[in-house]
């Protein structure tokens, strides 16, 4: 029995995989060989090879999105007025528009209200400002605030009112419509001392920018409640009128 079991330990068994290979005890006298190791190769470039054992480890477990860089588009530089989204050609249009509100001139006014944007009437307000500034600094600053906020007390109104019409909206033609009083602005320098005609001017500068300014707010919506939008624009150009004469 123990021989037995002897030669049955000392048989040769060849795996399935290949990799062992038991021999008998008679036999390992005559074996001899060497054992080749494999050719490991380290990339050490600079940018760590295409694969490196780290990228494969994070890659591996989930984590590659560590590894991505982001390419930054080269994107196309825009000319500066493009970039702040200032188009001259649309804010003189505008301008054309509050200066001659009739209707038989073929203007569309109404792009005024449609489209609002920010610069121009924040340029008209600036000039207004700056003709204001002779003599009395401190208009400024407050020329502006009565833009902001008065065309805020415009807006609230017009939507209690049941007018469909944005902050943004009034903000721009509030702001365009000063315009008028810009333009009468140096025939009050010329012929001040004239009470008569002085105070003809400027009722017509402030008829003028009111009519500019509610004939663009003020639409069919309000119907019979017309009078109670254009009486409060009517006093916010008195009153930008009295910071520039000082009334």
Known sequence: MGEAAKEKTNMQFSPTNGDFTFVS???AE??????????VKLNM???????????????QRGYGWLLEVEEEENEESKPLLEELDID????YYKIRCVLMPMPSLGYNRQVVRDNPDF???????????????????RVVSWIITI??????????????LGGEVSYGQVLGVIGYSLLPLIVIAPLLLVIGRLEVVSTLIKLLGVFWAAYSAASLLVGDEFKTKKPL??????????????????V
């Open 25 to 27: 005890s008679s036999e």
């Open 229 to 246: 939008l254009i009486y409060p624009v009517f006093l916010l150009y008195i009153y930008f009128l009295s910071l520039y004469t000082g």
């Open 88 to 91: 001259l050609k649309d804010i």
């Open 45 to 59: 470039d600079s940018d760590g090879g295409k694969d490196p054992y780290a990228t494969t480890f994070l890659r």
């Open 119 to 137: 610069w121009g009437p924040l340029a008209v307000v600036l000039l207004f400002s700056m003709i204001s500034i002779y003599g009395q600094f």
């Open 147 to 160: 833009w902001i906020f008065g065309s805020l007390t415009i807006f609230l109104l017009a939507r209690v």
């Open 30 to 39: 005559d074996l001899s060989g060497t054992i080749s190791t494999p050719d």
